[in-house]
Every structure is written in structure tokens, then in C-alpha cells.
């Protein structure tokens, strides 16, 4: 079969890999859209509702995380079961998770508010794996990191979205309309995506899809899968590194823009598009060099795969800082653009070795436990903490609480720099060649 789209029974079936990671892009996209929108708004909904900093914490965090992470793993079971149609299962989780974020922008009171981040998260928690393991039957091992990093720019290009929409929209009508605003396309692309893509366990026929990694030989419990993936020394150092990546981006996400608002007095719109500079283009740039990297220096020596996550992010901390402390807002975006381009390299080399350190039957449920760190300790504690701890500090601190918590997360860079270099060191002994 050539690369031209073939006509199947119940819709198109895509067999060309590049035209179904398109597809998964544009869901990602707005998968990080709908979850990140809040960040911008925060402040606003803050004002409106008379929350508290470490409310807030609660819903950019626990309130999304908490569920998101849990029900991913079993979701990500079925995800990995032969019978799954992978296509269908992303539409659902896209509908449900698009629904839920307009009846944010409803939402009364932080009760009815948190019960829409909630879910928000349930929808969510079905996409990232079943799509890790999607593209992993559809690309060769050698290009693996490239193309999971190429999925992966959903999250720096829906969170610039996300800046830009969020705080346009609000300084316009009100952080109720963007909410709504931005539920709305995925619900409509839900009803689409199927109709574009097809699950590669039902093109069999198609030269261009690893099938012959793709079907399920054993059927493995969450018990043995679990404790298949953790046998590897270099996934458990992995799923240490993002983890903790993941607690100290979402925390600088959230709480940054609220540090240009407070600090800086900037408008929602300003820090909006600040911070679409600093950290929207330059994540685009990092998730992309990173997986390229990756996928050129990983044929030479595997250890090569997480070269640039770990070095990057030592060099990251200390200029991190610098962008905290400085007192002009312009200096300060200009310093965040190199480590935001640092430590968005990440995604596509570490999810990249998580599809290579399993068996094809354990895919899913391997990308669904990072997924677990990265949400539950990343996304359910990072915005919760540091909100905390801006609370905590603010008899002392006053405004600038939310600066003195940024000073310490900078330095925090050098924990997962230090443990994505030992997994390193695991790579050429772990990686499995299909």
C-alpha cells in the first residue's frame, strides 16, 4: 500500500505515520489547552470567586491531577488490550475532557469549579498513552524520540494558546467566555478524528506501521506489566527525572505568570504574551531540538539519548535564577527563554526511551506510569506547593512571596538533571531494539 490515504469501511483509514502524528498534535494541542488555560486566568478567577493562593494551587493541581494520574493507569490497560480501538478511545477522553472545560467557565463558586477541573482530568487521562503507544507501532525505533517530541509539542504550543487566548479573551469578556471559548473545538474534532485515523492494529495491511511489534502476544496483568517496567533501573531513574520536571514546571507555569502580574504589574494580556515568548516558542524549540538530538546522537552511543535533558538542565538553574531576580519584566522574559528551551528537551528523549525499555504489549501502561509521577507529584503537588509556600511566606515576603518561591525552584533543576544523567548510563544495556 503507497502513502496516499486509503478509503476503509467506517471512515479513512491514514496509513502514512506523519499525517497520524498531525492528527495526535492537534489533540495534544488542545489536551494542554484545555488544562493549562486556568494558569493565565487564575488571577481573575482568584478576584471573582475570593480565593486563596493555595486554592488555586488546588485547581491548576490535586483538583485535575489527582484523577487524571489514577485513572490513567487502567485506562492505559485497555489502551494496550489487541481489541482496543485506540482512535475511538482518544475521541471519548477528547469530548469529555472538551465538555468539562466549558462548564468551567459556568462554574459559581471554587466547589462547582474544582468539580469541573475533576473532570477535565478524567477526560484527559485517556489521551497520552493510548497515543505514545500509537505512535510507537507506527514509527521505527530509530525515530521514536523524534516523533514522540514532535507529539509532545501540544504541550508548549497549547499552552501558548492557551496564554495568548486566555488572556485576550479575558481582558475582552471574562475568564468564563475564554473557558468555553476553548472547549468548544475539541468537542468538534472528537467527532472527526475517527473519521481521519485509524487504529494501525486494524491496517495490518500497511507496510508503513511496525505491525509485526504491534499485536499482543501475552496478555500481561497491571501487577506483572508493573512490575516488568520497574524492573529497568534506567525507567525507574526516568520516571524519577520527569517526575520531578513535571513538579517544578507546572508549579513555574502556574505561579510565573502570577509573578509577572504581581510583581511586574503586568495585565493578564501582557503576561500572557510574555510569557507565550518565554516560555510558548521557546518550549516549541526545546521539545523539537530535543528529540532530534536524541534520535542524531543516540545512533552513535544510546547514553547520547539523554545527554541534552541532563546537561541542559544544570545549565538551566542558575540562569533561571538570574530571570527571577531581575527587576526589569523584559530582562527578566529574556533570561527564561534559554532554560525554558533547556528543559522542554526532555519529553521526546525520555518518553522515547519508556517505549524502548518494554515489551510492545506493556507500551501503554509504561507511558501511563510516567504520565502517573508526572501529574500526581508534577501537576498535583507543583501548583499546590508553591501556593503554599507563597502563603506561607507572605507575613515576611508580602508581594514578592511568589518570588522567593521562584528563587528556590530554579535551583530544584539539578535533582532530574542528575538523575536523566544516571539513566544514562543504563541505555545501552536496557534499550531494546524493537
Known sequence: MNDRTA??????????????????????????????????????????????????????????????AVLGIPIARYADNAKTNRVWLISICLAVWSAMTAICGVAQNFVQLALARIGVGVGEAGCTPAAHSLIADSVPPEKRSSAIAFFGLGIPIGGLLGLIIGGVVNDQYGWRIALMLVGTPGILLAFLLPLLIRDPRRCADSAHFNTAESPVKAKLSIRDAVREVFASKAYLYVFIAASFTAFLSYGKGLWTISFFIRSHGLSTTEAGLAMAVALGISGIIGTWLGGKMADVFGKRDKRHILTLPAIGMAIAAPILFAGYWAED??????????????????????????????????????????????????????????????????????????????????????????????????????????
Open 7 to 68: 478509503v476503509r469501511s467506517g471512515g479513512l483509514a491514514i496509513t502514512n505515520p506523519k499525517i497520524m502524528l498531525f492528527a495526535l498534535l492537534l489533540v495534544y494541542i488542545l489536551n494542554f489547552l484545555d488544562r493549562q488555560i486556568v494558569n493565565i486566568l487564575a488571577e481573575p478567577i482568584k478576584g471573582e470567586l475570593g480565593l486563596s493562593d493555595t486554592q488555586l494551587g488546588l485547581l491548576a493541581g490535586p483538583a485535575f491531577a489527582v484523577f487524571y
Open 329 to 434: 519584566w523584559r530582562i527578566a522574559v529574556a533570561l527564561l527563554i534559554l532554560p525554558t528551551i533547556l528543559n522542554s528537551a526532555y519529553y521526546g528523549p525520555a518518553y522515547g526511551c519508556v517505549q524502548g525499555l518494554v515489551r510492545p504489549e506493556a507500551r501503554a501502561i509504561a507511558a501511563s506510569l510516567v504520565v502517573f509521577g508526572q501529574n500526581l507529584i508534577g501537576l498535583g503537588m507543583g501548583p499546590l506547593l508553591f501556593g503554599m509556600l507563597s502563603d506561607w511566606l507572605q507575613p515576611m515576603a508580602g508581594g514578592e512571596s511568589v518570588r522567593w518561591v521562584l528563587y528556590g525552584a530554579a535551583w530544584l533543576g539539578l535533582i532530574p538533571a542528575f538523575f536523566f544523567w544516571r539513566a544514562s548510563l543504563r541505555l545501552n544495556a536496557e534499550l531494546k531494539s524493537g
